[in-house]
T-cell receptor, first 119, second 115 residues
Framework: AQSVTQLGSHVSVSEGALVLLRCNYS??????LFWYVQYPNQGLQLLLK??????LVKGINGFEAEFKKSETSFHLTKPSAHMSDAAEYFC?????????????????FGQGTILTVHP | KAGVTQTPRYLIKTRGQQVTLSCSPI?????VSWYQQTPGQGLQFLFE???????NKGNFPGRFSGRQFSNSRSEMNVSTLELGDSALYLC??????????????FGPGTRLTVL
């Protein structure tokens, strides 16, 4: 079974500082990887995803993540934090689909990391 | 293009009652998935419907059920509510089944409180 571990349930940074949110996954084969953000009282918004190809993935709002197969990691970074980045961030994985009537692709989420940005 | 909509946004029920939540996917999307979000268990997959058929199911008791209509709108039902069912229920839609294209778009959720 797949699992996702996000190191640090709370991360606090100063405005303008580097943001680093850690995510490690456990899967028998490299899965699809996602980062979502959730603002209070809202649903999830996709920041970026890795499916195949370039291992450095750029997303919205200046975020990027790098897939490292050898470390089974998919850490999320942003060079300079903004107050509007304060939210909860979720790393998620899903199986690679096989088609043929067999359904894969459900998301398995990490426990989330609450990012606080101080002025 | 309108996003995923969920109704109602907030719901209060008592133990033993049943509840039905509704989700309208993005126009043209045929896959609808449901997730439960609680502080203790985090985000957990409930089930996926595609073309009116359940394609995948998470590890939840049979009290949790769902269906999808021909227009891709989906409902989930929870019978005999328990206090532990209090959660934010999120619906997500995808153009194709998750097995093929698993880029999902989430709705704002329905906050269910069981008293």
């Amino acid at each position: 079974a797949q699992s996702v571990t996000q190191l640090g349930s709370h991360v606090s940074v100063s405005e303008g500082a580097l943001v680093l949110l850690r995510c490690n996954y456990s899967s028998s084969v490299p899965p699809y990887l996602f980062w979502y953000v959730q603002y209070p009282n809202q649903g999830l918004q996709l920041l970026l995803k890795y499916t195949t190809g370039a291992t450095l993935v750029k997303g919205i709002n200046g975020f990027e993540a790098e897939f490292k197969k050898s470390e089974t990691s998919f850490h999320l970074t942003k060079p300079s934090a903004h107050m509007s980045d304060a939210a909860e961030y979720f790393c998620a994985v899903s199986d690679r689909g096989r088609g043929g009537g067999t359904s894969y692709g459900k998301l398995t989420f990490g426990q989330g990391t609450i990012l606080t940005v101080h002025p | 293009k309108a996003g995923v909509t969920q109704t109602p946004r907030y719901l209060i029920k008592t133990r033993g009652q049943q509840v039905t939540l509704s989700c309208s996917p993005i126009s043209g999307h045929r896959s609808v998935s449901w997730y439960q979000q609680t502080p203790g268990q985090g985000l957990q997959f409930l089930f996926e419907y595609f073309s009116e058929t359940q394609r995948n199911k998470g590890n939840f008791p049979g009290r949790f059920s769902g269906r999808q209509f021909s227009n891709s709108r989906s409902e989930m039902n929870v019978s005999t509510l328990e206090l532990g069912d209090s959660a934010l229920y999120l619906c997500a839609s995808s153009f194709l089944t998750l097995a093929v294209n698993n880029e999902q778009f989430f709705g704002p959720g329905t906050r269910l409180t069981v008293l």
